[in-house]
């Protein structure tokens, strides 16, 4: 069975990202589609507005047979890091293709870059450096570093300024400089930008412009309703009605607003990613916020983007230590959210091929490789009102993975 | 001027503690009295039912003539540190009396025990170990070991298990222990038990009692009114109006369930008071607890009170460290809540004599000195709603000392 893998957030499954999954397979002509999607906390910094589990049936109603989690060191992280985690766990799993969504639609663009940039490395972190000096975030400062070398050469085609094109590089770059033997293919995004906060289609629409939505209309879903598959639209109406609330960053502000509270500069400073003093910021701005969004709007600075930003509250939150990132640098298992029969079938038959142990139950797998996950999710369940909060607090310990 | 210390809590200000403020000058023949009063956590290891700025309002409004906190690395302690911290800034305020309410009501009764333990202290400490030994808590064992030795020599009489014997008792001994110049005069509780939690009488009700009863009326406080003078029911009122709650553990309970969840065992061990192992138990139970009473009662053992588990928890949530406890072995400073013209004539009179810094506002002193207790009231104003927070976050940095 040949498999194609998708690195995805589904915050939420919509149309878009059916129209990936069918093209995916289209492209490739693979039997089978594997997911890894990241947990409870995404790479923007952001708790998802619904659990993982949520997300995953969402997913299995819709194309894909195989579903497991990023796990947190990877998860929220930025797109080098982020890409490297994923890539790693779709190889762990025998993928034959990895497809991904880009502005640009065209692989022969990335991998362009990928040959130009490979000759070009140290010329590349010396143009970072200079830029990040003059007070660009990394993020920025790569990008321009990079439609600097290319533009010289003639190869611009690429906007490396786009979000998904970004995230589809460091995907590309991840497989050839590991030489995995994985094909990449890309699919071009359609009808929506990933930053659209309204909507432009009909029936497509970004995951952003969704959520705006969804979190203004206080209950109603019934103007999304056109940019989800039926199953999507009503797993998230059940969530509602089950926990009571979707999840986001405000429902975590009077924790984070505690922690730093009850905190020290230096106490503060062992947390992952809090470098250069930032710290400070972090202990005078708490006192004066009056929410999280109005706290992130004090934080911000031209050097640190509003993503890592909440990056780091998000570290905070978990209490995410630098010395337990440390020990992370690469993938120790693979956490098994759901399956497919088609799924089940693949597992059977390529099981013993995977490069990593895969995990169904918690209690089957040495806990203390997995405490940070574990950790996330429990800290992600305090974000619903207290009645709802012990269904959600024993699902990671309970839940088996997901049969469809 | 002759001043007389008492050492308070007044949670909330009673009929009792106006008998007790009365009792104390007709005693003494003093011209003032001074209190040393709990800041935002009291020695029972609870926040106080609302801020010590109310409750300096309270007892103002009521006999004291100067009133002035009580450390929070002395007033969240079992009775014999609670006692030599507050002992300490009277003797530094530089009282000529304490007075203190008892069962007992004589004070020969704290002399005599005194006196025949200081001789028997080799021997007091075995017995107490030995008792801990068979797994009696650190206080029970105490005072069944002082029971033990005094009633073989009999001089009984004073009752040690009853907690305001027990805290007079030290008290007591702090003063003679130290030889500071002070006279120490006890007066008897009438009418109400420590422990009490229905009414006994028409006028005088133990703290415990009232506010069993405030925090079951939901807002009404007609079945209290009859216990405490009228300003202090005032300011019941109007703090819940300002406010909107009284503080009690449940209003914290989210906040310690999040700091438990997002925490290991070895940084728990390092929070003050966690000994012994104790924070695996922290950590299994808070997964199962569905409130702060029942987290407690989980937790509870033979050895560990009530009390202990709850202090434990203050110092959880207030993120108070072992290391930061050991420098604090006496007072450094005075903080004032509040003063009446006499009180103020006393200052004017008295001020260079102190033996610690008064501090009035927080912006004229060391702020490192004082960070526990700050700290502490943050924290405390995270237990009302969202909407009251700010008022009650920013007092501590820009409330000046009450003038009556």
Redesign the interface.
């Known amino acids: 069975m040949k498999a194609v893998g998708v690195v995805v957030e589904y915050n939420p499954f919509h149309n878009g990202h059916l129209y990936h999954i069918q093209k995916a397979k289209e492209l490739t002509q693979a039997e089978i589609v594997i997911a890894v999607m990241s947990g409870p906390f995404l790479q923007r910094g952001e708790p998802a507005l619904i659990s993982k589990w949520s997300r995953a049936e969402m997913a299995l109603e819709n194309g894909i047979d195989l579903i497991v989690e990023l796990p947190y060191p990877f998860a929220t992280q930025h797109a080098a890091v982020f890409a490297s985690g994923a890539v790693e766990i779709l190889h762990s799993l025998g993928c034959d293709y990895l497809c991904f969504g880009s502005e640009s639609g065209n692989i022969n663009e990335f991998d362009s870059i990928f040959n130009l940039l490979a000759e070009k490395k140290d010329e590349e972190d010396r143009l970072v450096k200079e830029y990040m000096k003059q007070g660009m975030s990394y993020p920025k400062a790569k990008s321009c570093a990079i439609q600097e070398l290319t533009s010289v050469n003639k190869t611009q085609g690429l906007n490396l300024h786009m979000p998904n094109n970004i995230l589809g590089y460091e995907y590309y770059k991840s497989v050839r400089s590991n030489a995995y033997p994985m094909q990449v293919c890309t699919v071009a995004r359609i009808k929506a930008d990933y930053h659209d906060k309204k909507f432009t289609s009909d029936t497509i629409a970004s995951a952003t412009s969704i959520r705006e939505e969804l979190l203004q209309t206080a209950g109603s879903l019934t103007t999304i309703e056109p940019f989800l598959p039926s199953s999507s639209y009503q797993a998230l109406q059940q969530y509602k009605e089950t926990y009571l609330t979707y999840h986001t960053w405000e429902n975590y502000w009077?924790?984070l607003?505690?922690?730093l509270?009850?905190?020290t500069a230096e106490?503060l400073s062992t947390i992952y990613e809090i470098e250069e003093g930032i710290e400070y910021r972090f202990l005078k701005y708490v006192?004066e916020a009056?929410s999280f969004q109005d706290f992130i709007r004090l934080l911000k600075t031209k050097r640190y983007t509003w993503t890592r930003l909440q990056r780091i509250c998000v570290h905070i939150?978990?209490?995410t230590k630098k010395e337990e990132m440390q020990t992370y640098s690469k993938p120790a298992y693979i956490r098994l959210l759901g399956t497919t029969a088609n799924g089940r079938l693949y597992l059977k038959e390529k099981k013993k091929q995977f490069l990593l142990p895969i995990i169904s139950k918690l209690s089957s797998f040495e806990k203390e490789k997995i405490v940070l996950d574990v950790?996330a999710s429990?800290?992600y369940a305090?974000g619903v009102p207290?009645a709802a909060q012990?269904k959600l607090?024993?699902m990671d310990y309970s839940k088996p993975p997901i049969m469809k």
């Open positions: 009077s924790y607003k505690f922690r509270l009850q905190t106490e006192k009056s939150l978990t209490n950790r429990q800290i305090l207290v012990q607090l024993e």
